[in-house]
């Protein structure tokens, strides 16, 4: 199985600053990748795929680069609707796995 | 839009079958692009994936090395809807459990999730 390791698990940061959380492979994953939100009480919700591929809808202050093994969700400017958790997530071979998750809160 | 609706009981007793229905709208379980997936999240497992249903001009399943002798994944072309069946449920099970349509490159759309607990 790929597992796949979020730093940090926690973060705290002030609306406007920019933020940014690492997602790494145990093997190459190519640009298998995606980010998801997750709010309390929800479900997850897609930001990106394909490791840098904005879903629709969602604002273009969210990006994410990499390839291989080393991701990076950046949020350009932190706003207090961002209070989440985000998750990383390969689709490179199955089982299909999931990062342990950063929890991101606004000071 | 496409949207999926869980159901099924959030309360089970240990060795009981866990059984989940998620229906589809918008979209059709046959279709050639997507996979049918069952999500599970839990405090100790984190956001663990368990397994999907296809179709590919024949049906396909696959699943989870962890469950894997315990799970069934399922289509109904008649109602739209897939379904999870676990077996032999234990404490370790108690989780929320989401449906997902997986298009081939993330989860684009999800249930709103169903809380199972297992406790005697």
């Known amino acids: 199985d790929i597992q796949m390791t979020q730093s940090p698990s926690s973060l705290s940061a002030s609306v406007g600053d920019r933020v940014t959380i690492a997602c790494r492979a145990s093997?190459?994953?190519?640009?298998?990748l995606n980010w998801y939100q997750q709010k309390p009480g929800k479900a997850p919700k897609l930001l990106l795929y394909s490791a840098s591929s904005l879903q629709s809808g969602v604002p273009s202050r969210f990006s994410g680069s990499g390839s291989g093994t080393d991701f990076t969700l950046t949020i350009r400017s932190l706003q207090p609707e961002d209070l989440a958790t985000y998750y990383c997530q390969q689709t490179y071979s199955t089982p299909l796995t999931f990062g342990g998750g950063t929890k991101v809160e606004i000071k | 839009q496409v949207q999926l609706q869980q159901s099924g009981p959030g309360l089970l007793k240990p060795s009981q079958t866990l059984s989940l229905t998620c229906v589809i709208s918008g979209d059709s379980v046959s279709s050639n692009i997507a996979a049918w997936t069952w999500i599970r999240q839990s405090p100790s497992r984190g956001l663990e994936w368990l397994g999907r249903t296809f179709y590919r001009s024949e049906w396909y399943s696959d699943y989870a090395v962890s469950v894997t002798s315990r799970i069934t994944i399922s289509p109904d072309t008649s109602k739209n809807h897939f379904s999870l069946q676990l077996n032999s449920v234990t404490p370790d099970d108690t989780a929320v459990y989401y449906c997902?349509?997986?298009?081939?490159?993330?989860?684009?759309?999800w249930g709103q999730g169903t809380l199972v607990t297992v406790s005697s």
């Open positions: 997902a349509r997986d298009q081939g490159e993330a989860f684009d759309i």
């Open positions: 093997q190459s994953v190519i640009t298998y």
